[in-house]
């Protein structure tokens, strides 16, 4: 079954303990990006990948790194989590940067 | 002014009742356009993609004005399945996501 699957689904974690939220996809999309959805903001572009070895900052990429290192796996790392990244974060995966966008089930991560 | 804005809603509205969503988009340039759907705290999922000739899809009707910059949803025939947030999203050099608008549909 074709799908984007990200883990962990939840999370709780303390300020400042660093940590990675992974992300694979097995359709061979060459494009991938990572959102946060907050209320009334919508889902926000945080780092996007084109392809492997290729990444770049999106719309709010502060506290973000990410790496492309092979083409199905796009982890989203958090180097010292603070309460404002506090929020719903979603994978998404796309043949191309024109292709439809196709999701992970999201990660629910709260920081405390 | 945003990027792409839609009435957050709720739109409540009984079985069986026609339902329309309007989203307006700033970006003259912008290339693609879909409707997604979300359902409480689960991932969005495409629900159609909006071509400029307008296109169906069983009780769904989706259409698109370049010269007044925006996009429609008409969901007929309501379906108490069809309660969920409907994203409007844009695509010009990347996607840019409404922020949504509510439906809820009671019996």
């Known amino acids: 079954e074709a799908q984007v699957t990200q883990n962990p689904r939840y999370l709780i974690t303390v300020t400042g303990k660093k940590l990675t939220v992974t992300c694979s996809q097995n359709?061979?999309?060459?494009?991938m990006s990572w959102y946060r959805q907050d209320p009334g903001l919508g889902l926000r572009q945080i780092y996007y990948?084109?392809?492997?070895?290729?990444?770049d900052k999106g719309d709010v990429p502060e506290g973000y790194k990410v790496s492309r290192k092979e083409k199905r796996n796009f982890p989203l790392i958090l180097e010292s989590p603070s309460p404002n990244q506090t929020s719903l974060y979603f994978c998404?995966?796309?043949?191309?940067?024109?292709?439809?966008?196709?999701f992970g089930q999201g990660t629910r991560l709260t920081v405390v | 002014r945003k990027e792409v804005e839609q009435d957050p809603g709720p739109f409540n509205v009984p079985e069986g009742a026609t339902v329309a969503f309007n989203c307006t988009y700033s970006n003259s340039a912008s290339q693609s356009f879909f409707w997604y759907r979300q359902d409480c705290r689960k991932e969005p999922k495409l629900l159609m993609s909006v071509y400029s000739s307008g296109n169906e899809d069983g009780r769904f009707t989706a259409q698109l004005n370049r010269a007044s910059q925006y996009i429609s949803l008409l969901i007929r025939d309501s379906k108490l399945s069809d309660s969920a947030t409907y994203l409007c999203v844009v695509r010009g050099d990347k996607l840019i996501f409404g922020t949504g608008t509510r439906l809820q549909v009671f019996p």
């Open positions: 998404a995966s796309s043949l191309s940067i024109r292709s439809v966008a196709f």
């Open positions: 990948s084109m392809n492997v070895e290729v990444t």
């Open positions: 359709m061979n999309h060459e494009y």
